[in-house]
């Protein structure tokens, strides 16, 4: 978070009352609040979007709008934010499992994964995305297009993470 200096720069305001002003009202409205050194630190609101209900996506139906509660984004996408990151994806060998070429995956970081989970994986020295398979001692990487092969590893094949959730915009 931003000193009070950077936000009187920020913000454009000629004073740090006007600073403090402002941050008492983030404060009271739960966005921010102060760690046990006096600075200023996001809340947990800080990541919240309301959950507004549901809505169809068969048959139309009447659609009340009702708080039922709020949901923090950063600890659906990234539960154990230490080994976690995003990659753009680029190619089309996941489109049947609604992976697109321009979404992002939330991976996490591991070095196993169990068949039938979508691991980024290092192959013969190429790192890809596909479903993860074993039989016995054989394993190999199975992509969701019926384009495309699945790859049997020639010299080695590591697991590198898992694919947790897909982001797509519009």
């Given at each position: 978070?931003?000193?009070?200096?950077?936000?009187m720069k920020l913000l454009g305001f000629k004073s740090k009352n006007a600073v403090f002003r402002l941050v008492e009202?983030?404060?009271e409205a739960d966005i921010v609040g102060?760690?046990?050194?006096?600075?200023?630190v996001p809340t947990k609101s800080f990541d919240e979007v309301p959950l507004l209900g549901t809505v169809k996506a068969g048959i139309p139906d009447s659609a009340e709008e009702m708080l039922l509660e709020t949901v923090n984004l950063g600890d659906i996408l990234t539960p154990r934010k230490e080994s976690t990151y995003i990659l753009e994806v680029?190619?089309?060998s996941m489109i049947d499992a609604h992976i697109m070429d321009g979404d992002w995956?939330?991976?996490?970081k591991t070095n196993h994964a169990t068949p039938g989970q979508i691991v980024i994986a290092e192959v013969d020295g190429e790192f890809t995305m596909k479903y993860?398979?074993?039989?016995?001692?054989?394993?190999?990487?199975?992509?969701?297009?019926k384009k495309y092969k699945s790859i049997y590893p020639?010299?080695?094949?590591k697991v590198i993470a898992l694919v947790k959730s897909v982001i797509r915009q519009f």
């Open positions: 978070m931003p000193t009070y200096s950077e936000m009202k983030l404060i102060k760690d046990h050194l006096g600075r200023l680029d190619g089309d995956v939330v991976v996490e993860y398979r074993e039989s016995g001692n054989k394993v190999w990487l199975e992509p969701a297009n020639t010299e080695s094949l």
